[in-house]
């Protein structure tokens, strides 16, 4: 069973990665063709929201007292879960699979 700081590691981790692989697919579809440009574009942007989103639940995790931390801890896994759900399909508009951890 993983301590609550590795639990953290793991989520920054992932986090990091996931906001690598949304800046990688925000350059192919600034090369993306016009008419695949749009979907892309309203993609893009709800998963800024969702990254916003998991940052600001990130932020509540760090300074929460330790009594709302499981709390808030299935809240950033509810908003992962989310983010990389939205992560995969907009992979799959570049034929790709992201690289995210579970």
Do not use: C, W, Y
């Not at 990130?58 to 929460?64: C, G, K, N, T, V």
């Amino acid at each position: 069973m993983m301590n609550e700081q590795e639990v953290k590691e793991d989520l920054h981790t992932m986090i990091d990665q996931a906001f690598a692989k949304m800046d990688e697919m925000k350059t192919q579809a600034a090369q993306a063709m016009s008419d695949v440009r749009h979907r892309i574009k309203d993609d893009l942007q709800s998963l800024e929201v969702k990254k916003q989103e998991l940052e600001s639940r990130m932020a509540d995790l760090r300074s929460a007292a330790a009594d709302k931390r499981d709390e808030l801890s299935e809240a950033v896994e509810e908003s992962a879960q989310s983010f990389r759900e939205s992560l995969e399909r907009m992979a799959s508009v570049f034929g790709k699979e992201p690289t995210v951890r579970k």
